[in-house]
Structure formats: structure tokens, C-alpha cells
């Protein structure tokens, strides 16, 4: 090889295509670190051609390539739309909550230079079938892309009658791939000169560990970073009510009802939507004040206002007198005495035990508002461990949460695994004469090793009926696939008079009536699995099917129809224990 064909000078040598093309198997980070090589590399390595590649690689799964070109119209260039995609991979899936037991589903999907939160609502299977009825959802939250790619936070919400934005910010810019749990917080921030917010947040930590701390250079001029080194009180630390009452009077300050030009559609349904959906975009961002340097959203409250609202007093329990009443006997004197000593004695230690409860709930509530002098709203990204049950976590009951199903795509071990819409009853997801409306409910089948046996588990995440049958996360079915079944398919044909054809069957358990509604118990059935596609479960002694199909719920959304949300925080984490259907009312 010659001398000056060496090194940089060989890769600056090649085509643009081709350079494009070798980068395009490095990761984020490597490119960056390949920029510090030299100067006329960092040129080379800006370029459009480079981070396209990068896109493409990360959108395989998410956008098709025609996407990303119209998304790249709206921001500076492709690096900062990688910077932006890299960042909400790790939220994009399905996230759940225990309540309501029907089931609180919400799919997190791409929408337009955005990622939209969306919440299935528990509903019955409509007159066209489950393929092509609409199905009803709710907006839950967004996360929005500005020109240079950094994400901004919206969360949905109704309140009298009116649709608003509630805008904070994303807590972790740099999302952690392994993330579980996405929390809504109150975060307390601190404001620098001309109210301008500092940040730390640099180009390559919002990378996280996909870019190299080399792009710290490209944007060191961007803002100042804090050095501080107090440890601040965390949200999660504050009692429950606090963090209630925080919530609700955060939201009811920043709150900004939604124009009727950007109260349209979240996500496109063709190409003619680009436009309508980018000034609707550009009507949010407006939100945020144009003049800060920082991405984050500057619409918050003072720390001292915040403390006024919430009337932060002390509460003590009041103590009542303790009568005494008169006795003729000495020891009936002193009997009554000491009785009295003694519950006058417990009483006040109560009160005190009371009293110094709610001083120091006070004190940390104090302590959370002087962390910052401004404090806003924010979706905080975490990764925790969580113990699980048939592929259901455990879940927090006071947390305002969701949290990650662990979705795994199919393959030749796992054929069946990932979601599947069902219904009870034959034909599949349509109405008929004897059951004119039929309940949907989403299934998340998943594999498990147990006693040296593989399990296939059909897992209810959401049930569309009118007051739930069955616990949210219980196993509607749990079959052996060592375990051929002996049953035969009780059905011939379809309900358009094509014969049905048995691939293979798998014998188990479905689930019944037991021991109370949280302990169901479980009875014999075979699992069907049919040439065209269909998983049919059986209980064998009622003969009672429940017949699924895999969902596209991207797809379904897109087709669908939106309903009014409720209130923000029930919105986003209904918490209260319900049985019933909470979003019946839209």
C-alpha cells in the first residue's frame, strides 16, 4: 500500500456511497470517535449520507426508510434525528399497570418525529371483525422531537370537557436500554441568569453509551453546566399524598389547552398526513419558549408557590378529655386513677407518635421544594428490578407507573410468543347471531421453564367486558409442548365454509372459577394450533373455545378511533382498585 493511502487518507479517498456503507456497520459511538481521527474525517463523518445509514439501522424495526426522509425535514440534519431515535427505542413497546383489573394497557408506538403513548380502552369486538373494525384508544403521553433532536414531553389529559397538554420534560435524555418502569415525577430545577435552565446534558451522553464522550467538543458551547454537588431529595421518597398533591397542583399550573389545529390526528395514516401533522408538531413546540437554550420545557412553577398551594401545615390529633369519675372506696379512687394515667399516657404518646409523622413528612416535602428553586413535570425512564409471575410483574401499588412487558419477538424456539387478540366463541373476532357483542381481550403468550417442561402461557393483559372476570395478569391458559393432546378440534369449518386443518395440538389448563376472584383455579384443555394461523384454546369439559390471532397494534391504532381521556394523573397511572370499566364513560 502506498504511504499517502494510509490511515485517514485511504477512507478519505473513498466514494461517498461507499464510506457510507462501511460506517453504516459501526455503531453511533464508533463513528463519533472516527471524527476525532482529524479534522477532514469529522467533515466526512457529518455528513447526511453517514447518519442516514445510522437511522436506517436503528428504523429497520421502526420507521420504513420513505419515513425517515419526511422526518428528516423537520430537524437539522440526520445526526440529530439518530440523536432522537436512539433516545426513545428503549420506551418504544407495551406498558401496563395492575389497575384497573379489565387492564391498562398502553402501546408506545412512532408517531410523526414523536412517540406517541397510547391506551387501549377494554372494549367489545366491532361489527367488522377485530382485523378491520376501529378499535378505541387514548392518548396517554408524547415525546416529541425539536430541530436538533432533542425530545420533549407532553403528557394528555381531559378536564372540563376540554382536551390539554400538560408539558415537562424527558428526566433521562439518554434513555438506558434495559428500562422497565417509565415514572411520572415532579422534578425540582434550578434557573441560571435571563431564566435560562442549566443543563448537563451534553450531545454524546444523550447517546448514553451509543456515542463517545468525543461530541462533548461539538457542543460545549450549548450551556453550562451545573457542578453542584448536593444530594437532592428524590421524588420517589415523599409520602404518597405529598407526591398526589404535588402532581395535581404542578399540572394545574402548566397546563395548556390544545388548539383545534394541533387536536388532530397523533400519527399518519398515509402521506398526505405529513403536512397536517408537522405544523401540528411545530403548534406544540411552540409551548416551549423558543429563546432558552435548554431542550428542556421552561413552563414551571416557583418552589415558594408551590409551597403555598399545598398549605404546608402540620396537622396533630386531637386528644379527648378523659372524665373521672368519683368513687366512695379508696381503691375505687385509685383504680380509676391509674386508668386514667394510663390511657392519658397512651393517648399523647400517639399524638406524639402522630405529631412527629407528619413533621417529618413536612420536613421532606420542605426539604424536596428547597432542592430547586423552580420545580416541573417530568417522565423519568428507570431501570429496577422487578420480581415477576407467568411474565407479569409486580407492581407498585403507589407509584405513578407503568411498567415494561417483556415482549419477545417469535422465532423457530419461541413460534407463538409475542400478542394475540382473542375472543370466546366461533368464528374468530366477529359478532354473531347468538352473541352480538363480543369482548376483546389482549394476550401476551410467553415461554417459561418449569420442572423441566416448557410452558406455553397465555397471559390476560386486558379484558374488554363490562366488570372483569379474571385478574388482571392471570394465566387465561398454561400448556405443555412436550404434551401432545388427544383431543379433537370440535369444529369443521370456518365461518366461511373452509375446512380447518389441525397443524398441532398441546394439552394443559385453562383457567376457572376458584377460590375467590384473586385465586382463580384451572381445568383441562387442549390448545389448537390451526393451518392458517389461529391458536384455539379448549376446556375440555365445557367445550367452550377462546380463539386468538396475532395483533398488529400499531397498525390497529392507526386505524382506529380516539376517545377523550380522563383527568392527567388518572390518565397516565390509575391507581385506585377497580373492577369495573373507568374509561366507559368517553
Known sequence: ??????????????????????????????????GLACRDLNAVVSSDKVWLAQCDKLGIKLLPLSTLVEWRKGVLSYRALCRFLINIHPLIGIWVHQNPELGNVVYVMPGFLSLVGCRIIPQEVGPLG???????????????????????????????????????????SSVDRNC????????????????????????AREFDNEVSSSDKLSRSCSGRVSNSKSQKMPFSRLGFGDRRRLLDVVTSQIRNIVPKEANVMLFPRSKNDFG???????????????????????????????????????????????????????????????????????VDQESRKSTSSSSRCQSKLH??????????????????????????????????????????????????AGL????????????????????????????????????????????????????????MFIVNVNQPSMELFPIESDGESNLIEVKRSFSGEGVANGYGFRYPGSKPGSLFVLEN????????????????QRLDLGELLRKGERVNSLSPISNFAYLTKTYSNVYSGF
Open 1 to 34: 500500500m502506498l504511504p499517502d493511502l494510509c490511515g485517514s487518507r485511504l477512507l478519505l479517498s473513498l466514494p461517498d456511497d461507499i464510506f457510507s456503507v462501511i460506517t453504516s456497520s459501526l455503531s453511533p459511538s464508533d463513528v463519533c470517535s472516527l
Open 130 to 172: 377485530l382485523e378491520e373494525g376501529p378499535i378505541l384508544w387514548t392518548p396517554v403521553f408524547e415525546i416529541i422531537c425539536n430541530h436538533v433532536g432533542s425530545a420533549s414531553f407532553f403528557l394528555h389529559g381531559r378536564e372540563r370537557g376540554d382536551d390539554y397538554v400538560y408539558p415537562g420534560l424527558l428526566k433521562n
Open 180 to 203: 422497565n418502569v417509565l415514572l411520572l415525577e415532579v422534578e425540582p430545577r434550578h434557573q441560571s441568569e435571563g431564566g435560562k435552565l442549566t443543563y448537563s446534558k451534553s450531545f
Open 276 to 346: 397536517v401533522l408537522y405544523e401540528r408538531r411545530l403548534l406544540l413546540l411552540q409551548m416551549y419558549d423558543e429563546e432558552s437554550s435548554s431542550p428542556f420545557n421552561p413552563t414551571e412553577l416557583g418552589s415558594s408557590d408551590v409551597c403555598k398551594s399545598l398549605e404546608c401545615t402540620t396537622t396533630t390529633t386531637s386528644v379527648d378529655q378523659c372524665h373521672v369519675t368519683k368513687s366512695k372506696t379508696l381503691s375505687g379512687f385509685l383504680k380509676n386513677g391509674l386508668k386514667h394515667i394510663l390511657r392519658k399516657s397512651s
Open 367 to 416: 426539604e424536596f421544594l428547597r432542592s430547586g428553586d423552580r420545580v416541573g413535570l417530568s417522565l423519568r425512564a428507570a431501570t429496577m428490578k422487578l420480581s415477576s409471575y407467568r411474565a407479569w410483574p409486580n407492581m407498585h401499588d403507589s407509584r405513578f407507573a407503568l411498567y415494561k412487558l417483556p415482549l419477545h419477538p417469535s422465532n423457530a424456539c419461541d413460534e407463538y
Open 420 to 475: 394475540w387478540g382473542a375472543t370466546f366463541g366461533w368464528p374468530p373476532g366477529r359478532k354473531s347471531e347468538e352473541k352480538p357483542g363480543k369482548a376483546l381481550f389482549l394476550i401476551l403468550i410467553s415461554y417459561e421453564e418449569s420442572e423441566g417442561e416448557r410452558l406455553i402461557i397465555g397471559t390476560k393483559i386486558l379484558e374488554g367486558t363490562s366488570y372483569v372476570l379474571h385478574p388482571n395478569g392471570s394465566a
Open 533 to 548: 394461523g389461529l391458536l384455539v384454546f379448549m376446556w375440555k369439559e365445557s367445550r367452550v373455545v377462546l380463539t386468538l
